[in-house]
């Protein structure tokens, strides 16, 4: 029998902002490589050290440890003016990454037409519009895919950019009509060699560095952005990102093999959030959804733009649950529910005859009919905001947990109950015990 991998996989189970910047930050200092391997400056995380918070955007979220080493795999696209910033802000606050950032030659660059198109699209009220961030990510993966793309390894080659953007540019430019305001190639080619300059010694075959990094015995920790009900195949269709952003986005992201993998943390809040346009059965559109709003700081991490809420849905979790093997749930934010007099679980929907199922339906029209069947339960009324251990649980609080691990037919591995790193516990006896 093989020794099963020490490594561990950390992937959003919802619709992503579940939290999980805070278990990769907790994460990090047992794991001597962090890899994030999909997406783009899209995803946000937030790490809240001594009530600090600190959002990154594409640099892996083990940059806070300074023993971690960074890896941005081949399935990241890298906007790298934003890259710059972030690693400046990083620097201010005494976080160097430099020497322990490597960045794969194979990772694609969000380029300004990638950005033009991507807001072209969003800025018309037709039915296309699908309420993205605008940051020019789906226009690069096409382009990827379209073979058009550019890639970080390229960028050591400058003399051939200007003829390796030309096609796309000029598929953009039909696009968009003559009078569209766009940087000339030239100076698009400009612009990147200088965000460039400082980072093309980190820039290489992160593939191989992680299989080396195996055969050492070093642990690797992955980081997925977005989540599953966001993923390209297995989300809420069209209304997703345009990565694979469960499981197999980290195979693919990496050129590891599914043998690299020990442990896979799916990280889900204590009720629902959703940005952009898109089902969500569970939205609460009155006084609960906009408490749950305010009180969770339902707020974009990367655009700022308010959250949709609605209580845990129960059938999308089980679903990514399935979809990515999860071995336990990180569940975040469970302090946010304190006070409600109820609390609810969706525990189904039921269509337009009546009918009550828990499967996602695989067609967007077919959301349309579906209405969620709630179960309520009483509240709690001492406060679980920094609780640190099954027992100081209130009883009403542990009954709502119960019941959502068995409808997601998951257990809990980690519960957090409050925004910084020492604020939750643990969940006795499972794979987590004795990591953190």
Known sequence: MTHRSRNLAILGLQWGDEGKGKLVDLLSARFQNVVRFQGGNNAGHTVVVNGQSIALHQVPSGALHPECFLVVGSGVLLNLEVFRQELDRLSQRGVDVMGRLLISAKAHVILPHHIALDQWREGGAGANKIGTTGRGIGPAYEMKAARMGIRMGDLKHPETLVDRILPGYKEVRILLGPDASLPTPEAIVAQLMEFAKPLLSCIGDTQAHLMDAEKKGESILFEGAQ?????????????????????????????????????????????????????MPSELLDATGARLREVGREFGTTTGRPRRCGWFDAPITRHAVRTNGADGLGLMKLDVLDGFPEVGLVIGYRNGHGELSANLPSCSQDWLDLTPEVRMFKGW??????????????????????????????????????????EGFVWPGCFLDGVI
């Open 381 to 422: 009324s001492q406060p679980t905001r920094g609780v640190k251990s099954l027992s100081e649980l209130p009883t009403e609080a542990r009954g709502y947990l119960d019941a959502l691990m068995e409808i997601v037919e998951a257990p809990i591995a980690y519960l957090s109950t409050g925004p910084d790193r020492d």
């Open 227 to 279: 989540a599953t009900l966001l993923d390209i195949d297995h989300g809420t269709y069209p209304f997703v990102t345009s990565s694979n952003c469960s499981i197999g986005g980290l195979f693919t992201g990496t050129g590891l093999s599914h043998k690299s993998i020990g442990n896979v943390l799916g990280v889900a809040k204590a009720y629902t959030t959703r940005v952009g346009a898109g089902p």
